[in-house]
């Protein structure tokens, strides 16, 4: 298997950093192939615009869409973004490895995605969700959050993890990636702890780690997360009245 990590973290010597040698040095061990995309480290530009785009199609008005549509088709891709693209061609598993800042992915990372899944390329109007172009490929997060686990419930002050995690979830399903449940380590933070709050904190990130390792090592039995595909939809695009899912009043 080769596994593609993309490293969404500013300081390398970070939690983040740690979780993404921890995986690594696992999936390594297990005779896994391993490549790292490190987007602070490697300067990617995470800002689509008309500067990217040397020859472009509409001139005069700029179309993301379009631009990368053509871009695509005459092989004129930005170096970065045709290196990304490749680098998930080759992987069988993506780990995305980021901390939630302000309820999302950091804006580097939502910005990855916002020119790297270009459209006529890795999706277009059919070629989306269970027809997706990467079928054959499963993803999973890998996500720290400051607040204690049980502030992320549905009632929670932190806000509901499966909601807040959601919209990056359905993007890699847009591509037709299999997603499996994300591992999150929560109440990571640091400063301000006195000696022994500290010596119980730092124990407890070894225990993350330690329960990440250990959840690498036992991938290859786990479900991914269950979505609606084009069969389960309505000419409007809604669940079906019969679908099991469907709890409409």
Known sequence: ????????????HSFNGALKDVAIDTLQ?????????????????PVEGPAHYAERIEPDTFFPLTEQRHAFESAALPDDVQREIERLERADLVILQFPL???????????WFDRVFVYGGLYSGRMRYDCGRFPDKRAMLSVTAGAPASTFTRHGRSGHIVALLWPIHYSLYYL??????????????????????????RQRLEEEKTAWARRLEGLDTEAPIPFAGWDDWDEQGMLKAGHPENWRL
């Not at 990636?177 to 119980?200: C, D, F, M, N, R």
């Open 176 to 201: 037709g990636v299999k997603v499996l449940p994300p591992q999150i380590s929560y109440g990571v933070q640091g400063g301000g702890l006195s000696y022994e709050a500290e010596t119980a904190f």
């Open 1 to 12: 298997m080769h596994v593609l990590i993309v490293f969404c973290h500013p300081e390398p």
């Open 101 to 111: 800042w302000w309820h999302a992915q950091p804006a580097m990372l939502k910005g």
């Open 29 to 45: 061990r297990q005779g896994h192939g391993v490549e790292v995309s490190d987007l602070y480290a490697e300067n990617f530009d």
